[in-house]
């Protein structure tokens, strides 16, 4: 089975850095892409950021220029480095994988057919 394992997750301050990681399992696809959202209470599950195993990214502009996707495809574990936090960072945050998605759905939760459990990430005043 694909198993997705999402860590990383904690309190900081603001302006604080976290580094989320997504480890996958029983992932048998060469081709695949990578997508990191987050849940704040209320609100809808929103994609933040976007890799393809041929190393195409994408960063929502909410967090264009503090966070970082990455991708080891020998460890099977994608990362999300978030600099910079700010209070309103603070949600669930979930990594999601499928081997096949088009670039117009990569911010849709939708398109995703594996998810992690979501990790919290805190960032107080």
């Known amino acids: 089975d694909v198993q997705l394992q999402a860590s990383g997750g904690g309190s900081v301050q603001y302006g604080g850095s976290l580094r989320l990681s997504c480890v996958r399992s029983?992932?048998?696809?060469?081709?695949?892409?990578i997508g990191w959202f987050c849940q704040a209470p209320g609100k809808e599950r929103e994609g933040i950021s976007y890799?393809?195993?041929?190393?195409?990214?994408y960063y929502a502009d909410s967090v264009k220029g503090r966070f970082t996707i990455s991708d080891d495809g020998a460890k099977n574990t994608a990362y999300l480095q978030m600099d910079s936090l700010k209070p309103d960072d603070t949600a669930v945050y979930y990594c999601?994988?499928?081997?096949?998605?088009?670039?117009?759905?990569?911010?849709?939760?939708?398109?995703?057919?594996?998810w992690g459990q979501g990790t919290q990430v805190t960032v107080s005043s």
């Open positions: 999601a994988a499928d081997p096949s998605i088009i670039q117009s759905s990569i911010r849709s939760h939708t398109a995703y057919g594996y």
């Open positions: 029983g992932f048998p696809f060469d081709d695949y892409h």
């Open positions: 890799i393809s195993s041929d190393g195409s990214t």
